[in-house]
């Protein structure tokens, strides 16, 4: 187990030059702009309102960093798939992540979270193997588990697998922020690629 006893907002950043020291082990949350990252956030860390909930998907500007227990940070990067937001904006979007992705030195894992409801769109599949090219470890955490019926979980499942292509070494979880389904089990996939120990 993994006891949350401190979880906090650190800072917002668009380059290098702000982003916090790499004294602590980092995990990235990548997802399409509505997908749930900021109730995920709100969930695992029973922090309500820790990451702001948007009423306006790709709202998401920086990588924001969030310090926990001290030990690690999860670090959310913009949401894709949001037609309202420029390309130019887009573009430098991925600049931003992919400089993140790719010179982090205490990058860890990523945590890539689908809408369990739908099969992976092009952004995700493009993102899943993006990681797997610069052989970041993922964490794909399937949201909304609740609004499926329960013959419909292994179904869908296989379809989210079989459309990313899925690396059966990576971790595959079922999550609902609403009926904090998954939570226990996030953590511990997250504290595997950390190195950090339970707590409790």
Same mark, same amino acid.
């Given at each position: 187990m993994y006891k949350i006893k401190k979880a906090e907002y650190v800072l917002s950043a668009a380059w290098t030059s702000q982003w916090p020291d790499e004294s602590v082990p980092e995990v990235v949350l990548a997802g399409r702009s509505n997908v749930g990252k900021s109730s995920f956030i709100n969930t695992i860390t029973n922090?309500?309102?820790?990451?702001?909930?948007?009423g306006? &998907?790709?709202?998401?500007r920086t990588l924001n960093f969030f310090n926990v227990n001290d030990e690690l940070?999860? *670090?959310? !990067?913009?949401?894709?798939?949001?037609?309202?937001v420029?390309?130019?904006m887009i573009e430098q979007f991925a600049e931003m992540i992919d400089v993140y992705l790719t010179k982090r030195?205490?990058?860890?894992?990523?945590?890539?979270?689908?809408?369990?409801?739908h099969? &992976?769109?092009?952004?995700?599949?493009?993102m899943y193997q993006y990681a797997k090219y610069y052989d970041i470890p *993922?964490? !794909?955490?399937?949201?909304k588990m609740d609004k499926l019926k329960m013959n419909e979980l292994k179904p869908h499942e296989e379809r989210i697998k079989r459309d990313l292509?899925?690396?059966?070494?990576?971790y595959f979880i079922r999550f609902s922020s609403l009926k904090k389904t998954g939570v226990d089990e996030t953590w511990n996939a997250i504290l595997q690629l950390t190195g950090v120990k339970e707590n409790a």
């Open positions: 922090v309500s309102g820790l990451a702001k909930v948007s306006t &998907p790709g709202k998401t940070r999860l *670090v959310d !990067v913009p949401g894709y798939g949001y037609a309202k420029p390309q130019k030195n205490n990058l860890k894992g990523m945590v890539l979270l689908v809408d369990y409801r099969p &992976p769109k092009e952004d995700d599949i493009n *993922v964490i !794909v955490v399937a949201t292509d899925f690396d059966e070494n990576d």
